[in-house]
């Protein structure tokens, strides 16, 4: 591995094609990949890993599923992209359709960051506003608005937390406690121009911390009586939580729902729906530009249909009991240890803290112990568990992940020195 990490910082940025994979929150030389197959990674050594990472839970299905690889390859010999329209895009619209009803018309992207940039654009032109509202913690991929962290005081507008990052930019968006309803009211008391509110309603990028119901009931009714529409960040949370995600696990209803990871089938994908009126001010029928050379590429449609088709509440209810049974005995064996850990989860995702309780915002979640889970992270690697290389990401499971690995994960914890 040492060979390969000192190769590929010569010729990428930083060794890595993204900041996470250069291991620097764990330690070490990162793990570089030759394969997957079913819920297992193996390294360029050879190496055998249960993987609860899944390409940051995109293969719900579990690695190099037999169908999906069927369908990518049928399509591959018809051709890998036209850049015009194909009867696959629908297809696939009408299949997230089924589970996400709110969603009455869908636009492709290419990934969740460029669908979250693009919801942002057409909320600010459907409502005529120009500021936005995100919280700490969450994360909506890298544009320029929404790489942005909490200023000084209560309800300040953001700061740049990326060089490159206009000042301009960023004071066009407010930064909120996660989870703190007397801070939405009294933000929304004293702002008047506010395009929208996005939010994950379980959030996976400061670990798994789910969002209270009536924090988002709350969110729904401010920005209804504002005028400002509210929008899902479901990237990680729509296929994971539940068939239809948290708006329907919860029964709170956004305006405009993004997605991504499961619904390109491990391919890169991205989308932002509504209903039939908000996305009408998009191009071509509208006057809010949007495009995308590969969106709806051929090759993600048909990955995606081949996972979609053969998900359900059936499905779900399955997946939840087993990650149910799973984390019990987890939260069992890591009670014994001495450090204070705790598990939190929703779905089939969940975060292991090294806090003494679930966090609920990202002031919690900062006083985790970041040497404690690097110290994990490298125990488990070297018996064969691949979590993911930051102590502030989710882990996930798939269905291809039985009781013998399972219990390969369950032993790997039990023998973890704290």
């Known amino acids: 591995m040492k060979s390969l990490w000192k190769e590929a910082q010569k010729h990428l940025a930083g060794g890595v094609s993204s900041p996470v994979r250069a ?38 299905l579990g690695h190099a599923d037999k169908k999906t690889i069927e369908a990518i390859v049928r399509q591959a010999r018809k051709g890998t992209t036209f850049g015009a329209a194909t009867e696959l895009e629908t297809r696939l619209a009408l299949e997230i359709k089924k589970a996400f009803p709110s969603m009455k018309k869908i636009r492709f992207t290419s990934s969740g960051t460029e669908a979250a940039m693009s919801a942002l654009r057409l909320a600010r032109g459907v409502t005529g506003k120009d500021r936005i509202v995100k919280f700490e913690g969450c994360y909506h991929g890298h544009s320029d608005g929404l790489l942005v962290k909490a200023g000084s005081g209560l309800a300040a507008f953001g700061n740049p937390s990326s060089g490159g990052v206009p000042k301009g930019i960023a004071r066009l968006t407010a930064v909120l406690p996660y989870n703190d309803i007397q801070a939405c009211e009294t933000f929304f008391k004293r702002e008047k121009n506010i395009a ?41 949370s729509g296929y994971r939580v539940a068939y239809g995600g948290v708006q329907t696990l919860l029964g709170v209803t956004p305006d405009i729902t993004i997605l991504g990871k499961i619904i390109g089938g491990g391919l890169p994908v991205g989308a932002f729906g509504a209903s039939d009126e908000i996305m009408a001010r998009l191009s071509p029928t509208g006057n809010i530009y949007q495009a995308g050379t590969l969106s709806g590429n051929p090759l993600s449609m048909v990955a995606g249909l081949a996972v979609l088709s053969r998900l359900s509440k059936s499905f779900y209810s399955d997946m939840g009991q087993k990650t149910g049974r799973f984390l019990s005995e987890a939260r069992k064996i890591l009670s ?30 900062s006083r985790s112990d970041p040497k404690g889970y690097a110290n994990f992270f490298r125990q488990l690697l070297r018996s064969g568990v691949y979590f993911p290389p930051s102590g502030f990401e989710a882990c996930f499971l798939s269905q291809a992940h039985g009781q013998k690995e399972l219990d390969k994960t369950l032993d790997a914890l039990y023998h973890i020195d704290s």
């Open 23 to 60: 291991f620097k929150a764990v330690g070490g030389a990162p793990v570089f990949v030759k394969s997957g197959q079913g819920p297992y990674l193996f390294d360029s050594n050879g190496k055998k890993y249960v993987d609860h990472c899944l390409s940051w839970g995109a293969l719900i």
């Open 336 to 365: 014994r240890k001495k450090a204070p850990v705790s598990i939190a989860s929703m779905g089939s995702m969940f975060t292991v803290f090294f806090n003494f309780r679930p966090p609920r915002n990202f002031k919690e979640v």
């Open 196 to 236: 929208c509110v996005i939010v994950e309603p379980v959030a996976a990028n400061m670990g798994v911390v789910p969002a209270d119901k009536k924090f988002l009931e709350v969110l729904r009714r401010l920005t209804k009586r504002s005028g400002a529409l509210l929008i899902f960040d479901e990237v990680i």
